[in-house]
């Protein structure tokens, strides 16, 4: 029962507090002098009456202090008083505080920013509603081969009863590329052409205006879009009046009603959603064998697993494959979380980073350990005094823990302030290429992190310190110090375990490193299969209205490619559709005579080529030949695979002289899409389409005259490489002006392959450089804390040393004495991290490239890394020990 | 000095003559251990290591109050004053107490 008086009290009792003490001691003067007066009107003496006062009232601090209690604010009070004492200590010793705060900043701060990184990828959802619940929809064959389902197959899968227990909804959406026109500039963009059951299934929420509605599918409705935000952003400058408004997609108006919010992409192409009853090419969504360019997207009825959910449209599967044997004969239904195809596999590399932050954590936790052990063991005297003063064990360690907490605060601070730093850093990092990486920001989460890990820290950090320091009565303490120092041994041999764990962490760190470091080398000396030195590409995107027919188109590239040519230093020149290490590819369904199913995933990259393109690009033949100028005027009839397509469907027997048959996905023009008949006429060696570090997949090449496309890549080898580009922008610009813009921005819209190349190892290199930059920290702090052991140890063994260089020692033999030891932790720490490492390579396996677990030059080079590091911090500290004049030094401390 | 017969006041008890001597006029604590001793003619002491905590624990329970006031000689000094709920709860102690003391007593004569 305490009335609510009593809380106004207790406050005023802990922040006013001095009036309070102030009124005490008033109050109880007064009862004494009163008690004096009374004394002197018996008649005693106005000395002994006081004195006789003084005794009737007891000890006048044991008074005060039961008036304290009783105010009841004593463990608060204790509190603030450990937080003034510590910072009062603190401030006595501004080294060891700098040194403890910073690297409690440097560990808090990288931490923080590694999880929060981790946190937002891979933990928070996608920007739908209860997205661990979506899912992509597949097929799959008895090899582990998968594609999407075709249009109709999608649509059976909507219609049965044994995938509608599993899910709640499926929908096909169907992608394609669009010409945005927005004034006098046209680009290409992703659109997803989506059914009406899409917006309700994907469960979004416009940032802007709405979604297509039911009514928007229906035959006759007016052409309505919804758009991307980063469209948004990009080519309206986010200006709300987009809504209603009439823009110009494929020479047809599209009325804009909706706008998603950031991030909330589906497909991951699509930059514009519209209704699918306005798709131009109706019969490729009743194509049973037509695989390409789609999506198709289920939600998991709550409850149902994915396991289940398979297991319930196997019956759809296996009907499916009755009746249509000849495309589904093989093929079951399959989902994966739609999370994964969005996250992609960047999962291993945010987790190792995750690991490899704590590990630097604790590293500078196990720093800090050890400066506080040292300082304790420096203040034992203190505390021991403190002690039979009468403060409980209970109170010291509360005050040492309150110490480490003002510690860990300051660092938290000064961390979280490295954590926004380094996310901001981290979203700038050019070739970043983790998903939705542009929505990562420092929120209330990331503080609470840090928060979180500030605290643990401390105790993680203070309570060992504590206890040990505590834990000899503080009469033996008293009494031994005048001789020298009891527990500094035990000490010391507790500081050199923690090194001996920062080193074995430290192994840990490096180790993985080196391994992502040798992957990296060895995927940038991947012969990719062409020579990209000053190799140049340029898009070819003739304007809206402007060489429609393919007969026009066809003689636009062979202009160009002759007057590419012309410049002076360019060497060859080239035409192709999608050129390897650009962003765009294309494939198309295979189907080889006499055979009746192919046994695995029969989608083979298509590239529509000039005759030129194997020069220019420095490619060599396996077997037959490649095009000629003949095949380039009539062409039909011929075709080449590369050395991949011909092992994977012809196993080594010759895959020259064979017939088969393209299905290419449809890009952009109605004539497309016709099956193309031919025999392959030559196998080309293969050539890397993705980065040095993925194998090639199988690849086809037809010439360009076939199949006409709209666009294109024109490629380019020029002696000078970049600096040849205003001259080659001049000449584009002179076969037509409207196919590059003037000046620089002409000349930069070339790329060079060198640099593509380099890119597409972007994400490898930048995980690599983090776990680095992570080991490298790692490195300094086990210095560090080497360094700190050997000196304290040194400075206690200063008499020992000396008497030793008395006997006769060399400078020679103390240090070696020194080295020996440092180097035993040094050994330990190898042992103990070699174990560690083995266990923890296993998850950055799937980070590596040609490289082993055990790649013996990667541990043999951290070794000798650490052990020269050891010897570094041992030398700087051990030099003074040899500089020691014995005599001084036995004089004693 | 007869120490012998000097008791210390029980706590507890202490609470309830505390509130009782306050029932007339608002007291500093000196003048509450005089007025205890009076009654009791020197058989209770109050010692003031109990009587500060115990004005300090019936302040929170919100049965007296404080306040700086004057003595009749002009020195300043702590003034404590039952409040209504003290004096409800005063009321309420007594009963207890003598319906206690009511039957220690009639053990005793029993025994």
Known sequence: MMHWSAVGRRLRALFARDAVEREMNEELRFHLEMEAVKQERRGLSPDTARKKAAHR?????????????????????????????????????????????????????????????????????????????????????????????????????????????????????????????VGDESETVGAAFVGPEFFPLIGVRPTLGRLLGADDHRAGAPRLGVMSYKLWKRRFGGDPAILGRSISVDRAPMIIVGVLPNGAVYPGFADLWTPISGYPRKEILLQRGFHADSRTLGRLRPGVDSARAVALMRGIGARLAAVYPAEQAGWMPGIRAMQLEIVGDVGPMLWTLAAAAAAVLLLACANVASLLLARVTTRRRELAVRSALGASRGRIV?????????????????????????????????????????????????????????????????????????????????????????????????????????????LVLLVGAGLLLQSFRRAAAVDVGFDPSGLLALRIAPPAGAYTTPREAAALYARLMEAARAVPGVRETAFINHSPFGRAAMYTSLAIEGRSALDSSNQVFYRTVSDSYLRTMGMSMVAGRWFDAEDMRSPGGSFVI??????????????????????????????????????????????????????????????????????????????????????????????????????????????????????????RKLSMSLIAAFAACALILAAIGMYGVVAYSIAQRTREIGVRKALGATDERIAVMIARESLAVVAVGVVLGSVAAAGGARLIRGLLFNTGLADPGTYAGTIVLLAGTALLATFLPARRAMRLDPTIAMRGE | MAQARERDVVQGTLDMLVLKSLTLAPMHGWGITQRIEQITKNVLQVNPGSLYPALERLQDRGWISAEWGTTENGRKAKYYKLTAAGRRNLGEETDSWRRMVAAVEAVLRTA
């Open chain 1, 57 to 181: 009232f007891g000890g006048v601090e044991a008074v005060k202090e039961a008036y304290r209690d009783a105010r009841g604010v004593r463990p608060l009070e204790n509190l603030l008083q450990d937080v003034r004492y510590a910072i009062r200590s603190l401030r006595q010793s501004p080294g060891f505080a700098l040194v403890a705060i910073l690297t409690l900043a440097l560990g808090i701060g990288i931490t923080t920013a590694v999880v929060s990184i981790a946190d937002h990828v891979l933990v928070r959802g996608l920007p739908f509603r209860e997205p661990s619940r979506l899912m992509t929809m597949l097929e799959r064959d008895d090899h582990g081969a998968f594609r999407t389902p075709s249009g109709p197959t999608a649509a059976d899968w909507q219609r049965d009863s044994g995938v509608a227990g599993a899910l709640e909804g499926v929908t096909y959406i169907r992608g394609d590329g669009m010409t945005l026109r």
């Open chain 1, 398 to 506: 509360g005050q040492l823990l309150t110490e480490s907490l003002m510690l860990a605060l300051a660092g938290g601070l000064v961390g979280t302030a490295i954590a926004a730093f380094s996310v901001t850093l981290f979203q700038k990092v050019p070739g970043n290429s983790l998903p939705r990486v542009e929505e990562l920001s420092v929120d209330q989460r990331v503080l609470l992190i840090a928060t979180v890990a500030t605290i643990v820290t401390a105790l993680v950090c203070g309570i060992w310190p504590a206890l040990r320091a505590t834990r000899h009565r503080s009469g033996e303490i008293l009494r031994a110090s005048a001789l020298g120092s009891i527990g500094v041994k035990s000490e010391s041999r507790m500081r050199r375990v923690l090194v001996t764990v920062q080193f074995a962490l430290a």
């Open chain 1, 642 to 763: 590369n050395e991949t397509m011909a092992k994977q469907y012809w196993r080594g027997a010759s895959a020259v002289g064979q017939r088969i048959t393209l299905t290419r996905a449809s890009q952009g023009r109605a004539d497309f899409g016709q099956p193309l008949f031919g025999r392959v006429v030559g196998v080309v060696a293969d050539v890397h389409q993705r980065s040095p570090d993925v194998p090639p997949d199988a690849e086809v090449y037809v010439p360009y005259t076939l199949e006409t496309w709209p666009w294109g890549m024109l490629m380019m080898r020029a002696r000078d490489g970049r600096r040849a580009t205003p001259a080659l922008a001049r000449a584009v610009a002179s076969v037509d002006p409207r196919l590059i813009a003037p000046g620089a921005a002409g000349a930069n819209a070339f790329s060079v392959a060198e640099e593509a190349i380099a890119g597409s190892l972007q994400p």
